[in-house]
């Protein structure tokens, strides 16, 4: 089966390792990203713009975001596959330290980006009676950690969210699926310790964490399942990552 898939954050991470999987099988593919060089390159890597469409826009802004949407050529407007991928941690501080302005952008992006795109593509999707919308959640979203906070609270709305939609969307065909991964090594913790990418490295160093080739195959295995089939959410981790016991500690 091929289609036509839309990835949100295609310029980096699971968003690219998931264009390159879906392109590998002859798809056709939107990507999604601020920047416009990361962007073009991976148009001219994955067999130019008849193949690969792109669309720069920043996702927390919502007529950029609608406008470039309207802006899709005939050739990829029927999107079959939505990944909702783009999304970003800020910081790891306790929340009586963070800022109110990164809050702000994790809502803005992991949140009401992920309703901005659910919102102009499903009626398409409903329309032609086949689709299958991919969230990027997190083990966030289900398990709470220190200055995890409003990164945690995104990806537990983004779990409650692609399980209401699917009650939405019985008697339809239209797939829902959210994906919860744990440690995977991307650009991820770069921007969320802004930057400083010697403390990202460190989390990943000797922990042998998840590829973004690892959650790409992930996303082709969910959506190449036989039609019948809905996998609701799928938590994967690292063999590395398990749970800590419950914390106490005198006051
Ligand atoms: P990366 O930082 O490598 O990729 C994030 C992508 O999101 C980039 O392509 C970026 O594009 C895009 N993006 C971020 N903000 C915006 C914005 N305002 N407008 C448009 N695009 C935006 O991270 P990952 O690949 O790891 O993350 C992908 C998803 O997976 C996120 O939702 C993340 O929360 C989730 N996740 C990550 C885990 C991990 O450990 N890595 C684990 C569990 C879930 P650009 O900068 O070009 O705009
Ligand atoms: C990213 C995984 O554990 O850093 O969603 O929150 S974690």
Redesign the pocket.
């Known amino acids: 089966m091929t289609g036509t898939v839309l990835i ?9 390792a998931t264009a390159r999987r879906f392109r590998d099988n002859g798809w056709k593919v939107v990507i ?4 416009g060089d ?2 073009a390159a991976m148009q001219q890597e994955l067999g130019g713009p008849e193949y690969l469409h792109t669309l720069q ?4 802004d919502r007529q950029a975001t609608e406008q470039a949407l309207a802006s899709l050529p005939p050739a990829f407007a029927e999107v079959d596959v939505l990944v ?6 800020l910081g790891r501080e306790p929340a009586q330290e963070c800022s109110m302005d990164e809050w702000e ?1 994790m809502v ?3 949140i009401m ?1 992920v309703l901005r795109l659910t919102r102009a593509l499903l009626p398409g999707m409903v329309e032609r009676n086949r689709g299958h919308v991919i969230n ?5 979203g289900n398990w709470p950690y220190p200055g995890g906070n409003v ?1 945690c609270g995104t ?1 537990a709305f983004v779990q409650q969210f692609s399980r209401a939609v699917r009650s939405d969307l019985q008697g339809t065909r239209v797939r829902v699926t959210n ?13 969320r310790f802004r930057g400083d990418s010697d403390k990202a490295a460190s989390l990943y160093e000797g922990n042998d ?2 590829q ?1 080739e690892d ?1 790409a195959e992930v996303i082709w295995w969910v959506t190449s399942l036989p039609a019948r089939v809905n996998v609701n959410t799928l938590e994967v981790m690292p063999v590395t990552q398990s749970w800590n016991p419950l914390a106490v500690k005198p006051v």
Request: charged share 15%; aromatic share 8%.
């Open positions: 949100t954050g295609g310029t980096s991470g699971f968003g690219a999604t990203g601020r920047r990361r962007l826009f920043d996702i927390t909702n991928n783009a999304g970003l941690a952008t803005e992006t992991n980006g990027l959640g997190s083990v966030a990164y990806k994906l919860e991964p744990g440690l995977c090594e991307t650009e991820f913790s770069t921007v964490p998840i973004p959650i």
